[in-house]
Each structure stands twice: as structure tokens, then as C-alpha cells.
């Protein structure tokens, strides 16, 4: 096979090439790290409070996540917590 027609099977978009910054990171971890993450994405979702009040933010997670070695900012957390990444794009 050519390399013309090795490169024209490729997929345009492989697995995983949409996943957005936040999905990235979140992909690495291990299952326990997923749940638990998961389950802070939702607390954030509702939590419905604005401001100092709110106990569960972006800028939580981003912090918690840059705080174990991810290199992660609070806009990426941002964007897919309020469902305006990447990854949300496809399923639409
Ligand atoms: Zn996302």
C-alpha cells in the first residue's frame, strides 16, 4: 500500500481528538479519580450559589487538579462544566 492510500484510510478525527482539555486530563486518570471527579462536576452543576457562597466552583476543581500535577486551567474546567466544550460539540 501507498502512503497516499495508507493516509486516505486514516480517520479525519481518531478517537479521543475531540476530548477537550478537561477530557484529557480527566481520560488519565484512574477509575476512583474518575468517579470522584465526576461526581464534582455534577456538585458544581448544581451548585446553584453565586459568588463567595459557592462551595463547589471551576476554580476548585482547577485548583485540586493543578494541585496533584495537572496542568489544567479554571477556563477548561469552565467550558465543560457549563457544557460548552469540545466534547459536548459532538454529541449534539
Ligand atoms: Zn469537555
Not at 488519565?28 to 463547589?56: A, C, H, P
Request: aromatic residues 4%; positive net charge.
Amino acid at each position: 500500500m501507498s502512503a497516499l492510500s495508507d493516509a486516505l484510510k486514516a480517520p479525519r478525527h481518531p478517537a479521543g481528538a475531540n476530548a477537550c482539555k478537561f477530557m484529557q486530563v480527566f481520560n488519565v486518570l484512574d477509575e476512583e479519580d474518575k468517579t470522584n471527579i465526576g461526581e464534582s462536576i455534577l456538585l458544581i452543576r448544581n451548585d446553584i450559589s453565586m459568588g463567595k457562597s459557592k462551595q463547589y466552583s471551576t476554580s476548585w476543581l482547577a485548583k485540586i487538579l493543578r494541585s496533584v500535577g495537572h496542568d489544567i486551567s479554571v477556563s477548561s474546567v469552565q467550558r465543560h462544566v457549563n457544557k460548552e466544550c469540545s466534547c459536548e460539540r459532538i454529541i449534539k
